[in-house]
């Protein structure tokens, strides 16, 4: 390969880079929030996703039991999972192949969807509040037009201020608790990492003072034997 050519083909790549991360920006602005991570918001939103998303989509990796996690009591479970085992996962109330039939498509499951979209969390909170009335009155979405999701949480209807606060309220509870359902064992191995750092500086420290004692009485061997 020439060095022209080599020049011309890093060049190509470069722009094209480029211009595929300015296309998906100006796709995908996403709002500016800060997302309240704590637990109980992260209870509200595992509430709402379950009595509003779960109708159509799942979450395939998360049991009842896991919901523990958050405070839920046995009979708020109970209330919730209508019958279902504690090992049963969360699925959608409507199977894939009617919403298949209805839609054309059926909705993707939630387990992972903060995974799978860049900045995750973020991105479902610009989605559920990205909705907006269209010239025809139809509804469509700032971050994925053409959605072909409802605006569950009716964010279109709502004009007064703080009715859209309390709708954002809920987006932020749902965001961060999907983030929380992609990786339910985060906190868990966040604080044996405490413990196993605390345990690896500890172990360190006393390998040394041994290792110190067995080098001074080697030294002093050396010297006796002079």
Known sequence: MSLNRFVLWVTTI???????????????????????????????????????????????????????????????????????????????????????????IAPPDLSLITVARPQGSRYVYSLLTGYYQTSDGGTDNHVFPGVRMPDVL?????????????????????????????????SERTRMGYFVMVYLIFLTILLYVIKSRVWQRINNFRLSRR
């Open 14 to 104: 470069i722009f094209g880079a480029l211009f595929v991360t300015t296309v998906f920006a100006e796709q995908h602005q996403l709002a500016d929030v800060t997302l309240d991570r704590s637990l109980p918001n992260i209870k509200q939103g595992a509430e709402i996703t379950m009595t509003t998303c779960l109708a159509c989509h799942g979450l395939k990796y998360i049991k009842y039991r896991h919901l523990r996690k958050l405070g839920f009591t046995r009979a708020e479970l109970d209330r919730l999972r209508a019958g279902k085992q504690m090992e049963s996962s969360l699925v959608s109330l409507v199977k894939p192949e009617q919403m298949r039939a209805a839609f054309g």
């Open 154 to 186: 009716g964010y279109v209807s709502v004009s007064d201020p703080v009715e859209q606060t309390e709708l954002q309220a809920k987006a932020n509870a749902v965001a961060v608790f999907l983030e929380w359902a992609a990786d339910p064992h985060a």
